[in-house]
């Protein structure tokens, strides 16, 4: 194939990519003094607390152009730390590809936004490379160590007077969580069923759990009760994207970054826990802060909302030696914003403009954005012609993109939801993380009760050709 121009590669890529822009306590294992919040404490954080605290700390990408994630968690990791958790205490995934990666301009260091501190060091690797996977993300919630493969061997050691803190950074789609590895995920009624089985067991006193994806809402919508003294914000609501930040072309971020920094809901939490006394501020508080900012997307909440009360510091301690919050309150949104969905392309498009023109890292560059450029297109046409082939091309659209009232489930059938997206993979390849955005797709064709038989022929029929299996 002949090399394109660049003014031709870049209107491809500008066709592809919708990016938008916003003009554009100590915890030592003894009793935890709740006690010292002040008159304006919650009920259930006025007592002394016998209990520890915890947290599971997941971010569920690897590869560069996925920094974000991984820093993310890292920064997360810090809060913790300086909140007075011990690492027996906070337990880590994070495929760890990022610090050392050849194209990190600060080698052995992560940050999570322009100018920022390094995050990464100190933080322990308990679950590294191919061992962050779901398996060990059930089992560790569970507190299973039999079922663990591989890894450090930490696991949630929570009981009945714990206060435990997750936290999940990646790719998401409606009904799931993206894993490392294609081949794995983390889906919304597997993981609700591990809540279910912890809170049965007296795993926790309560429990709050922060997810950063795209469509995280769809994890809880249907399926949290509220009543498992659980509460759960999200990124987004349940048919929606979330949104990367800090990311390149912003003023702030240094040129030599050719990937987004953080996640917006995700700092925006991160940068208020950083700026605000922990001991003052509530998770409703902090709720409302992180809703204004997050700009781009609708941050929700879930579950038990009695929880809203407590304190940050009952789930994330506080830096007791710092008597100087800045306490600034709302932190304005940065100007740039872009679609997770299209994180990778930026990032491919930025390596090729900055490559030295007729050298090999051009070349290579171009391959890689007129790959993914490619890879849209025929995700788009797969799932358009199955959609066609199974009920018509006038209801298709509508059939596929339906999205369901709020409080019910992306899908009825979990095990079909499962089974369809596998043979959509034998027949047509992966939907990556651009074409995660078509597994309500997946759970609508479960939903109209289409057949095992009738899913098959129509993968078959549309990817006869299987360019990208």
């Known amino acids: 194939m002949a090399i394109l121009g660049c003014g031709v590669l870049l209107s491809l890529a500008l066709l592809s990519l919708s990016i938008r822009i916003n003009l554009c306590l100590p915890e030592n294992g003894k009793e935890i003094d709740f006690s010292a919040h002040g ?6 954080t006025t007592k002394k607390d016998k209990g520890k605290r915890w947290a599971v700390l997941i971010a569920g990408s690897n590869g560069y152009y996925n920094y974000r994630h991984q820093a993310d968690i890292c920064h997360a990791y810090q809060i913790l730390k300086k909140g007075g958790l011990k690492d027996k205490n906070i337990i880590v995934f994070m495929y760890d590809d990022i610090a050392h990666d050849p194209e990190n301009p600060r080698q052995g260091v992560i940050i999570n936004k322009p100018k920022g501190h390094d995050v990464y060091k100190g933080v322990p690797k308990d679950y590294t490379g191919a061992d962050v996977n779901s398996k060990n993300f059930y089992a560790v919630i569970l507190g299973n160590k039999r079922n663990l493969t591989g890894g450090s061997g930490k696991v949630l050691k929570s009981g009945p ?11 998401g789609s409606a009904g799931l969580l993206g894993m490392p590895s294609g081949d ?9 069923h591990v809540l279910k089985k ?3 067991s007296k795993g926790f006193k309560s429990l709050v759990f922060y997810i950063e994806a795209c469509e995280s809402g769809s994890i809880f919508e249907g399926l949290l009760p509220n009543k498992m003294n659980i509460y759960a914000t999200t990124a987004a609501n349940a048919e929606e ?8 072309g912003e003023p702030e971020v240094p040129e030599e970054y050719d990937t987004c920094l953080g996640d917006l809901y995700s700092i925006s939490w991160l940068e208020d826990c950083d700026s605000n006394d922990l001991r003052k501020e509530t998770l409703e508080k902090q709720y409302e802060r992180v809703r204004r900012r997050t700009n781009e997307s609708h941050v929700m909440q879930y579950g038990d909302m009695s929880h809203r009360k407590e304190f940050l510091f009952t789930y994330m301690g506080a830096d007791l030696a710092n008597n100087n919050y800045t306490s600034i309150g709302d932190i304005s949104s940065p100007s740039r914003a872009v679609n997770q969905r299209d994180t990778n392309l930026l990032y491919f498009q930025r390596k090729f403009l900055r490559a030295p023109a007729g050298s090999h890292a051009k070349l290579e560059a171009r391959k890689q954005l007129l790959n993914e450029i490619a890879h849209r297109k025929h995700v788009d046409s797969s799932i358009r012609k199955i959609g066609e082939l199974l009920f018509g091309h006038t209801k298709s659209s509508n059939m596929l993109m339906n999205v ?9 059938d979990w095990d079909c939801f499962k089974k369809f997206l596998r043979i ?21 064709i479960c939903n109209a009760g289409v057949t095992t038989e009738k899913m098959v022929a129509a993968s078959d029929q549309a990817c006869s050709k299987k360019p990208f299996v």
């Open 184 to 192: 794995d995920a983390v889906y919304a009624k597997d993981l609700i």
């Open 161 to 171: 007077n714990d206060h435990v803190f997750i936290y999940y950074a990646d790719h």
């Open 404 to 412: 369901r009232p709020r409080g019910q489930p992306v899908v009825d």
């Open 198 to 200: 912890k809170h049965a």
């Open 424 to 444: 959509y993979k034998k027949y047509c390849g992966h939907l990556s993380t651009y074409g995660m955005k078509y597994t309500r797709a997946i759970a609508n």
């Open 39 to 44: 008159d304006n404490a919650s009920p259930s």
């Open 241 to 248: 994207s979330s949104y990367g930040t800090y990311c390149p």
